[in-house]
């Protein structure tokens, strides 16, 4: 099969994509990829944002040399950053975009792209795929999930029976440990100068949103009160009601500070429906991620307001805020004032 | 009386050397794939720690080195190396390892044990019979020391749990070629599966712990994701078909009353009609359907006993540990005086360690047996003896010597 550009930008793994990174880079030249202000630094930081915020990157179509050289460059960036809950979080939004693109592809295309991409063993028969039972074990070892334990599967004369679902989803996670053996790779980066501030507030951006490890403000009561909610979120509410496109770190706040007080992300569709982007599958599936639903299970909580405040999305108009340190907290004391009358 | 003791078990002890010696005089042995890629390991004498780290560059120098050393016991690893002498695992540069399985009646429950096993902690002194505690149940000290036989009851075992291992599983499920399965006596109480493959030479352990399971059946979910009881279909592949044929062919040969009693059900009237129910679903299923109620409760009883008679009791440790040091073919057990020995898939069935492993089989010899149940050693019946002194075949007398189970008395051979 013969794979188009498209293909290579969508599936970073197939030996395509590495071939066309390779000549880019030798006709271009790495310098000038990175400059300042190019196109594909620009949508490398944003591959990143996208991964942090949604969980899930896209595919930028419009310049598709743009869109294949920024995964390298992305890793590049993360490698300059090294921190590796936010590695983890880019491979497995790579991961959810392989995934949620496989689910569209048919049967000959699937094959295709395991063998290019990974030199699996596999053999298609009719509406199944049979993959050698070692390409299986190193694959889905990371998926943790009693379905997936090869004990649970039908095996035969050393093969290991697979929906095309499971296909899908075992591709995408092998794809997923490349990219995390590939960050781990030791070899000397040098990243130009004029990048390093741009690292840097990058990784300013990252730490103030990136789930803490010991989070004490996990359970707010499963109370829902509009009136208590602090001003920054009734600020972006209003703003999404009106239609405005807001940036991911809004969205992000948005999101999390509701899942955190007890909403399910199916019922925050209604409020993302008027964003000018709005695609309805994609928006649930990255709320059911944010609220660690599906793929890595972590659950996160909304910036702190010192966060907020870097990103002017901090409108405070009453006392209470000068005195908490969270938008959660502002939520549980101002419902307890509420109630004492 | 420490003394005299002393004196005899160097006594033993240069006598097992001497007929050691013999057979390794006469050794060709069989190399294992690559063998110059692998880590040996001896023990030479008794007290004497295991010598490590050693490698060959010719099959001729280990010849060589067992004539020499005439060790007691001697191994290989199961790993490929860069450099097997390294003497730092880090060093040796992991290329890969065989897959290695491990049956020994030590860790299975044998009913024949409460028999001919007895076990003594050194620290308290209980005595008790049958398979030897973790800790003493006692004093819970660790120190146990284990005086095992291995009977024609534990042979059966071990053997049954071999065959079902290859056909099974690595032929039948893993898809290994028999060329790829090699089958060894392991030399005491049961029987070593390698299997030498380019498939699994690179797998981690947690790709091995995944094998160990499948072969165990660990971790088998028998619900849906909506945790709804399902019944597979008899053609269903892998275990699910395994758990399938096992019901069936449970249900369909049992009368009502066993089967409620072997289930430990509650008689009542719907069982009948339950258990043909199950029945008519395992023949005609096509895919996967649900059960409740009293069906779902006979089935996962049913299922229950499918597992344990369908899964095959193997060391989890051996493995999963892509380092381990096993047996190599051919060499003598310092245990027993038995041959550590390769046999055929076919052979399994008919192999009887007293007789085919036996590596001295002529002459006999003068012995002070302190302790042996009635045993079948070269097809003649021996024993059982308490504390006297009796003239047996130099292969017995070498396997009571070795277990500690005899003492020298005519060294002339
Ligand atoms: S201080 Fe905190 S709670 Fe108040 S508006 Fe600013 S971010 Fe929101
Ligand atoms: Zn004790
Ligand atoms: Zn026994």
New interface residues.
């Given amino acids: 099969m013969v794979f188009s550009k498209l293909d290579a930008a969508i599936y970073p793994f197939i030996n395509l994509a590495s071939q066309i990174v390779k000549e880019l880079e030798e006709n271009l030249g790495i310098n000038v990829i990175l400059s300042p202000g190019s196109e594909v630094l620009k949508r490398s930081i944003e591959r990143i944002k996208e991964a942090i915020y949604s969980r899930v990157t896209s595919v930028y179509r419009a310049d598709l040399d743009v869109e294949i050289l920024s995964h390298p460059v992305a890793m590049l960036l993360l490698k300059s950053i090294k921190d590796t809950r936010l590695l983890h979080i880019y491979a497995e939004a790579e991961k959810n975009r392989v995934f949620l693109n496989l689910l569209s592809e048919d049967y000959e295309k699937l094959l295709a792209l395991a063998i290019d991409g990974f030199n699996w063993h596999v053999i298609r028969e009719n509406y199944t795929f049979f993959i050698r039972f070692d390409d299986y074990l190193k694959a889905s070892i990371n998926i943790i999930d009693s379905h997936w334990k090869l004990v649970n599967r039908k095996l035969v004369n050393g093969y290991v029976e697979l929906s095309r679902r499971d296909f899908s989803r075992l591709m995408a996670e092998a794809y997923k440990t490349r990219v995390l053996e590939k960050a781990s790779q030791e070899e000397v980066i040098q990243i130009p100068e004029h990048i390093k501030g741009i690292v840097e507030e990058l990784n300013k951006e990252v730490q103030g949103v990136l789930p803490k490890v010991d989070v004490r403000i996990t359970h707010i009561s499963g109370e829902f009160n509009p009136l208590a909610f602090p001003p920054c979120i009734l600020r972006l509410l209003e703003d999404a009601d009106k239609g405005k496109n807001l940036p991911h770190m809004a969205r992000f706040t948005l999101a999390t500070f509701l899942i955190s007080i007890g909403k399910r992300p199916e019922e925050l569709l209604d409020i993302f429906r008027k964003m000018p982007d709005y695609d309805e599958r994609k928006t649930l599936y990255h709320l059911r991620h944010v609220a660690g639903e599906i793929g890595s299970r972590t659950k996160y909580i909304p910036p702190s307001c010192a966060t907020l405040r870097t990103f002017n999305l901090c409108s405070p108009d009453d006392d209470l805020c000068s005195k908490v340190k969270h938008p959660l907290i502002y939520y549980s004391k101002k419902l307890r004032t509420i109630k004492r009358g | 009386m420490r003394e005299r003791l002393d004196n005899e078990k160097s006594g033993n002890e240069s006598f097992v050397k001497r007929v050691f010696k013999e057979y390794y005089s006469k050794w060709y042995g069989e190399p294992p794939k690559n063998y110059n890629m692998r880590e040996y390991a001896f023990i030479i004498s008794r007290k004497g720690d295991m010598i490590r780290h050693k490698a060959f560059e010719s099959w001729d120098e280990v010849r060589e080195f067992l004539r020499k050393n005439v060790p007691l016991h001697g191994f290989y690893s199961s790993a490929y190396y860069l450099q097997p002498s390294a003497p730092d695992m880090d060093a040796k540069g992991w290329i890969g390892a065989d897959l290695i399985f491990d049956i020994d009646v030590d860790h299975i429950h044998t009913p024949c044990k409460d028999v001919h096993d007895k076990w003594v902690c050194l620290d308290c002194g209980v005595v008790d019979k049958g398979m030897p505690p973790e800790v003493c149940h006692r004093c819970s000290s660790k120190r146990i020391e284990a005086k095992t036989w291995f009977c024609e009851k534990c042979l059966d075992v071990a053997r049954e749990e071999t065959i079902k291992l290859v056909e099974d599983y690595l032929i ?5 070629s028999p060329k790829e399965v090699s089958i060894v006596f392991s030399g005491r109480r049961g029987f070593h599966v390698h299997v030498e493959s380019d ?2 030479k ?2 981690d352990q ?2 091995r712990r ?2 160990v ?2 072969v165990k ?5 028998l619900t849906s ?1 909506k945790r709804k009881v399902l019944l597979p279909p008899l053609n ?6 395994r758990i399938a044929k096992g019901v069936y062919e449970l249900l369909n040969s049992c009368q009502v009353d066993d089967l409620i009693r072997l289930l430990g059900l509650k008689r009542g009237p719907q069982i009948e009609e339950n258990v043909r129910e199950i029945i008519k679903r395992l023949e005609e299923g096509k895919r996967c359907s649900t059960l409740s109620g009293m069906a779902s409760k006979i089935w996962l009883k049913a299922v229950e006993k499918a597992i344990a008679y369908k899964r095959c009791e193997v060391d989890e440790r051996v493995t999963t540990d892509i380092k381990r040091l096993i047996r190599l073919p051919g060499t003598l057990h310092g245990g027993t005086g038995l041959i550590v020995m390769r046999i055929g898939l076919k052979d399994v069935e008919t192999f009887d360690p007293y007789t085919h492993a036996v590596a001295f089989k002529r002459d006999y010899v003068k012995v002070r047996v302190l302790n042996m149940p009635k045993i079948t050693f070269l097809g003649q019946e021996w024993g059982p003896y308490d504390n006297e002194v009796v003239e047996v075949p130099l292969g017995l007398a070498v396997y009571l010597i070795c277990s500690d189970n005899a003492i020298v008395i005519d060294e002339v051979l």
Avoid: M, N, P, S
């Fill in positions: 039948q499920d893993f898809g290994f498939i699994v690179g797998l947690r790709a995944e094998i399971d499948y059946g660990v971790g088998l979910t994701k269903a592949g892998g275990w699910h078909g």
